[in-house]
């Protein structure tokens, strides 16, 4: 589990395509993120722009580099799939019983993929629209949480299109802090973003139907 509050830009070093017994396909993902390594072992979790990855092992005694082996199901559904070597991810470790929640209940099981729309920049901070598909709409409210490439964010609004195209879209304002320490510093319209709702919605949900 996460809390979506990013410890630090790491920096995507290689990708192995590696081939598995049943011919699908699986990513072995070389990642630089110092901080994160600095204390992580074989088979700790370390999440990558919003997805739950498990340290495999680190490389060749280079203390600030790990690896992950990301399967197919993962490549298809998320935006790591689209990684090249150079690309700067969002990193964090899983929390610890001491760990302050800074954001909210973040998994690391990405929902969907959603894309950047546009950038509306201001003075003191800038508001960012992200597309979502209209089955994931439903657990978004003003003030809520959400988690974008593994940054958990406020909810500013949530612009509804009902069925006509499927898609939908909600806003977030990103104060300098998160533009500096954040790939969304640097993300521009059209661009992927892996997207988890808040868990607690989806339990909500499920219990009123019931």
Known sequence: MFT????????????????????GDAVRLTVRGPLVTS??????SISVNGC???VAAGTDG????FTADVMHETLAKTSLGG???????????????????GGHIVQGHVDATGTVVRRTP?????????????????????KGSITVDGISLTVVDVVSTGSTTGMS?????????????????????GDLVNLEVDVIAKYVEKMVRT
Do not use: M
């Open 4 to 23: 979506g509050i990013v410890e630090e830009l790491g920096t995507v070093e290689a990708l192995e395509t590696l081939s598995s017994g049943d011919g």
């Open 39 to 44: 204390d992580a072992a074989r088979g700790d």
């Open 52 to 54: 739950c990855l498990t």
């Open 62 to 65: 280079q203390a600030d580099l």
């Open 83 to 101: 990684l090249e070597p150079g690309a700067r991810v969002n990193l964090e470790r899983a929390v610890t019983p001491v760990t302050r929640l």
């Open 122 to 142: 201001s003075e003191h901070w800038e508001v960012v629209e992200i597309s979502l598909t209209n089955d994931l709409e439903r657990y978004l409210v003003p």
């Open 169 to 189: 879209s909600f806003t977030v304002s990103l104060i300098p802090e998160t533009l500096a320490r954040t790939t969304l510093g640097f993300k521009q319209a």
